[in-house]
């Protein structure tokens, strides 16, 4: 078992209950990854992860070109859940918006909300394709969990359902040229917050917000204005400053916050 362990550096989700003595069957694309690509064979190891068995040692018990079954063998990591923390952003280029997917997955959000605002330059999304990278992220960063993308929805409506008790961190790119002087920078922001509530931080496209956009965000009782430093940052950077942010204030890194969860 130690010398299987060892060998087991490639990390799979797979959609299907772990569990000692769980067959698992693998698709063709993972079975073309581990045996053509990879050049597993029968005997090696493996790593899977469901988002909720945790993470499981395998044993491959059976290698083709089109499909091959591994055998969990034993538990190697617990479930471990994010915080209760949803990024909405508006998409932007393709590249990048894979990269915001990427990265909120590997930084801890438990869901990836791509929302339509008046100055959003995409009109649709792969939601497929983003889950694929999300999924791809949680392999690579060694997380027992993978985080839903949804479909791209109007802003309007995501604020009209909004959750009772969820607070939304609204980075607002006017504070950083100045704006009203009525928000607050991040980190102070957040250090004031209560720890407990559900969060979600929300990232503005390319053009920014628009006029009643700000305004209708402004009067949310439940949406507080940040400012992310005294310069306008591109989306795919104010998303990655923002989660930094957060994790650091109220999220599962370190510092007392994150230890009260």
């Known amino acids: 078992m130690v010398s299987l362990m060892s060998d087991a550096k490639i990390r799979l989700y797979v959609d299907h209950p772990?569990?000692?003595?769980?067959?698992?069957?693998?698709?063709?694309?993972?079975?073309?990854?581990?045996?053509?690509?990879?050049?597993l064979s029968v005997g090696a190891g493996v790593l899977l992860f469901n988002g909720r068995d945790g993470e499981w040692l395998a044993q491959v018990a059976e290698a083709g070109k089109r499909g091959g079954v591994v055998l969990c063998k034993t538990q190697t990591r617990p479930l471990q859940m994010p915080p209760d923390l949803w990024l909405v952003f508006a998409p932007i280029k393709k590249a990048r918006t894979d990269f915001i997917v990427e990265k909120a997955a590997e930084m801890g959000a438990a869901r990836i909300m791509p929302v339509q605002t008046r100055y959003t330059?995409?009109?649709?999304?792969?939601?497929?394709?983003?889950?694929?990278?999300?999924?791809?992220?949680?392999?690579?960063?060694?997380?027992?969990?993978v985080p839903q993308v949804t479909d791209l929805m109007p802003l309007d409506k995501v604020?009209?359902?909004?959750?009772?008790?969820?607070?939304l961190m609204f980075c607002d790119e006017a504070l950083a040229e100045g704006g009203n002087g009525d928000g607050f920078a991040a980190r102070p922001g957040l250090d004031r917050a209560t720890p407990p509530a559900p969060w979600a931080i929300l990232i503005g496209?390319?053009?920014g917000f628009s006029p009643a956009e700000r305004e209708k965000l402004r009067a949310l009782p439940f949406a507080h204005p940040v400012r992310l430093g005294p310069r306008i940052l591109r989306a795919d950077t104010a998303a990655v400053a923002a989660l930094t942010l957060w994790q650091q204030a109220l999220g599962d890194w370190s510092g007392p916050a994150g230890a009260a969860r």
Do not use: K
């Open 205 to 207: 496209p390319e053009g």
């Open 121 to 145: 330059n995409a009109d649709r999304i792969r939601q497929d394709r983003l889950q694929a990278h999300a999924v791809e992220a949680a392999e690579q960063c060694g997380g027992t969990y």
């Open 18 to 39: 772990l569990g000692v003595g769980q067959t698992v069957p693998l698709e063709r694309d993972q079975a073309h990854y581990l045996f053509s690509v990879m050049r």
């Open 159 to 167: 604020l009209a359902e909004w959750p009772e008790g969820r607070q």
